[in-house]
């Protein structure tokens, strides 16, 4: 076994078993006799049908090396109807996290859980199991991109109260790992929203990790959400570090130890914090699985991050720095490098695991819970000449006229045209950089003959796009979520709400399959889906700078099942 594949595989080396099980059925008279303070909430996640992960942290209040706690779950809010309980060991090996799988459980039935300790009760969690069939409705409720110095989470606290929500979908970037002076920090230390001094540089370590899980869980909309909610979550790159591929990652070089320790400690903190089932164990990379909800939706967690993807190409690459012209881009080179048929995103293990489960499934919906966006994203090629962050708007502006104008049966110059009939990939690091594996994906998904949706995050703008093939061929939808805290396009092209609001329309002419983009506001996607249709709503904050927001605006599109 080489290194790189023992360090993978002993990420969790030396831990204790990550935990414990539970049976409905079974309620304990044992007391607990020790000590602690439930200081990050309550958290469950991972339903089935008969078990749900229920999470918790117990500090001892005194410096040993675990606590024994008691869990319960009830049918009734007041804990006169226990289901289940029994003791669970908090260890300081697990950062003194506690996660119960507690099985047995009656399918789609609301059950309420809390831990005690002998001087502490926590607070009382809610939950839910998924249904098993004749399945109505069910409506998930996507987050991605939560960054704690760019603001409150606001959006988390509005979907904490919403009835209609009944599981958080989570598509990445639960925490960010930059240190407290860089990327998204500007209005930090005004909002009270800093990094500690011990955990104030980027993160490396599984300590590192930690407490930066730690701090994000004292955000009291996020306590809130997981409170209230059953969470279904995966990574993608922040939990790690930025732009994280198969074996390293824009932002981890060589002075910064081994990408391989590193990431065997950000997966370690993520099991631990996260309420997630590992379903194939906390020593492995593979975060894939699928949860059934009776025969209305399948929804498969996929990872497109961390477990298979190939190094991101970059447009600087290809670019000739001795050349004359500063501009000389070698398209050859390019376009050979992206049309690699080896190129990937979920690799040949998960690709075929999700093709079988898609053509065995018999749910209506299919739906593809990952991190970026599958659709063709192919932006004015000009505008990658050089051209000022601050004059992009206006560029844009100017050709979806051109374009509105040609559209309109108006003749337009053969400079337009050009213009127009030049576009690029905007972002490399999204489905656009792997054409090779889109391609299949999206085949897979044509020969399905069943209605598909597929989720994404990770932009930190919202977005709706038509799934097509190279030909033209509309075989899905996207919906993907704005952010929850971190900024987005608005930010990077330094524009205000008016502007950003004229971009995201000449945008939805510019680009043939996008349907809708928003480029400035932050919330949340929630979808909703009966026999019939799917529901898309984005819903949208009005602030991330204070605790106290409300729902501003939001946009809804039906996806129709036939």
């Known amino acids: 076994m080489d290194r790189r594949s023992f360090i993978k595989l002993g990420s969790i080396a030396g831990a204790s078993v990550a935990i414990t099980t539970g049976l409905a059925g079974c309620v304990s008279t044992k007391k607990p006799q020790d000590n602690a303070s439930f200081t990050h909430g309550v958290a469950s996640g991972d339903p089935l049908h008969n078990s749900v992960i229920l999470w918790t942290r117990a500090l001892p209040e005194t410096s040993t090396p675990s606590a024994y706690i008691l869990w319960e779950v009830s049918t009734s809010k007041d804990f006169n109807t226990l289901v289940a309980s029994d003791i669970a060991e908090a260890k300081q090996s697990r950062d003194f996290t506690v996660k119960i799988d507690v099985t047995g459980l009656a399918p789609a039935t609301r059950y309420y859980y809390r831990f005690k300790s002998a001087n502490n009760v926590s607070q009382v969690g809610t939950t839910l199991t998924l249904p098993k069939e004749n399945v109505s409705q069910v409506t998930f409720g996507v987050f991605s991109c939560s960054n704690y110095p760019a603001g409150f989470f606001t959006p988390y606290a509005d979907a904490a109260t919403q009835q209609d929500i ?12 930059y240190n407290g002076e860089g990327y998204a920090t500007e209005h930090a230390k005004e909002l009270g929203r800093t990094f500690a001094d011990d955990n104030d540089t980027e993160l490396y370590t599984l300590e590192d990790y930690r407490k930066r899980y730690a701090l994000y869980r004292t955000d009291q909309g996020l306590l809130d959400l997981h409170q209230a909610k059953p969470f279904i979550v995966v990574w993608d790159d922040h939990e790690i570090t930025n732009d994280t591929y198969i074996d390293g990652a824009e932002n981890h070089q060589e002075d910064e130890g081994d990408f391989y320790a590193r990431r065997a400690a950000a997966v370690q903190a993520y099991y631990e914090w996260l309420p997630i089932r590992p379903t194939f164990g906390e ?44 501009k000389a881009f070698d398209l050859a080179g390019f376009t050979k490098a992206i049309s690699a048929p080896e190129r990937g995103l979920l690799g040949h293990a998960q690709r075929t695991w999700l093709n079988t489960a898609m053509n065995d499934s018999k749910a209506k919906w299919q739906v593809l819970g990952q991190q970026l966006l599958v659709g063709r994203m192919m932006f004015p090629a000009s505008i990658f000449n050089g051209l000022p962050f601050e004059q992009i708007p206006a560029h844009v502006h100017v050709l979806a006229n051109s374009k509105r104008r040609k559209l309109a049966g108006e003749k337009i110059s053969a400079e337009e045209e050009q213009l127009l009939a030049a576009a690029m990939p905007y972002n490399l690091d999204a489905w656009d950089g792997y054409p090779v594996e889109r391609e299949q994906l999206l085949t897979a998904i044509q020969q399905l003959n069943k209605p598909v949706i597929a989720l994404a995050g990770d932009t930190h703008n919202a977005w709706h796009n038509t799934l097509t093939l190279q030909d033209g061929t509309a075989v899905a939808t996207e919906l993907a979520t704005s952010s929850v805290s971190s900024p987005g396009m608005e930010h990077y092209l ?69």
């Open 283 to 326: 020593s492995r990379l593979e975060i894939y699985r699928q949860f059934t909800f009776g025969n209305l939706v399948d929804l498969y967690m996929l990872d497109t991050r961390v477990l298979a993807r190939d190094k991101q190409l970059a447009y600087s690459d290809f670019r000739d720095p001795d050349a004359t012209n500063s």
């Open 494 to 562: 330094k524009m205000d709400a008016a502007t950003a609001k004229v971009m995201a329309e000449d945008l939805s002419v510019l680009i043939d399959d996008l349907e809708y983009c928003n480029l400035h506001q932050r919330g949340y996607l929630t979808v909703s889906f009966t026999e019939k249709q799917a529901v898309a709503t984005w819903r949208y904050v009005d602030t991330i700078k204070s605790t106290s927001a409300s729902t501003v605006t939001s946009h809804e599109f039906v996806v129709n099942g036939a």
């Open 166 to 177: 009944d599981f958080v979908l989570h598509l990445g970037d639960y925490i960010y790992e």
